[in-house]
């Protein structure tokens, strides 16, 4: 396994593969106005094996498309929606993000929860953009500075591994120069990286470092992991995810 497959490994059964939860997708749902609306076309992309596409499809009258790039998530995921009895309404594809099969304009929404770090905010949205309806609805979380200034340490790690990372004013500014509307905005609170989000991988290490025979790489990923974790348990008042909703202007 490269590196990549170890950290799909590693992430594969937990109930979430980035920081996040139920309320707050739930609370996202409340800001971008959907509701109310019915026969919805949602994509969630960069899915992973589903926490949010099992609550959009729950919470909202809405067909949701969920996209990753991973097989393994996909698999657990169509699992998961099978035991929810939601097969009527998710439908998983496999598909890179900055490759999208969608047609011009056929979105009501796009949701992507912690996952367009992998093609970078602006060009995340960017790129989604021509997807949505004109009103459509762009929900998405990032990793976000919530200070103008930070320790040294946090700033050289986070730089290091998403050199976009930035300020809620600065990715609001952005939204409105590739034609949004800002409509709401939120931090995730630290109980969603702690508990929702650590604790599980931190519960899946000896099993995951048995499985890979403690091979040096798998033993890398959980030294990089438990890094993380101690920076978020030392500096979570200077980053988190912000979670942006948006509408799309007509062009």
């Known amino acids: 396994m490269d590196d990549l497959d170890l950290l799909v490994e590693l992430h594969r059964t937990t109930a979430r593969q980035g920081p996040g939860g139920e309320a707050e997708t739930c609370l996202a749902i409340t800001l971008s106005g959907l509701s109310d609306r019915q026969d919805l076309k949602i994509a969630d992309i960069g899915c992973g094996n589903g926490a949010a596409s099992i609550t959009l499809a729950k919470t909202l009258a809405a067909e949701v498309t969920a996209v990753d790039l991973m097989p393994a998530f ?47 905010f602006g ?17 998405v979380s990032d990793l976000t500075w919530l200070t103008k200034a930070r320790p040294a340490e946090l700033q050289e790690h986070w730089a290091g591994e998403y050199p976009e990372v930035d300020t809620a004013a600065a990715r609001i500014a952005l939204l409105e120069a590739e034609g949004y509307a800002p409509i709401g905005y939120f931090t995730l609170p630290e109980h969603c990286w702690l508990e929702n989000y650590y604790a599980p991988l931190q519960r899946r290490f000896g099993a995951f470092l048995e499985a890979q025979a403690n091979r040096p790489a798998a033993q890398a990923v959980v030294a990089a992991v438990q890094l993380e974790i101690s920076l978020c348990r030392r500096y979570s008042a200077y980053v988190s995810y912000g979670f942006y909703l948006a509408r799309k202007l007509s062009d």
């Open 74 to 120: 996909l698999q657990e995921l169509d699992a998961r929606v099978m035991a929810e009895g939601l097969s009527g309404q998710i439908t998983s594809l496999e598909a890179a993000m900055d490759a999208l099969p969608f047609q011009p304009s056929s979105l009501d929404a796009i949701w992507s929860e912690g996952a367009i770090y992998n093609i970078g």
């Open 123 to 139: 060009a995340g949205i960017r790129r989604w953009r021509p997807y949505l309806k004109p009103g459509g609805i762009l929900a």
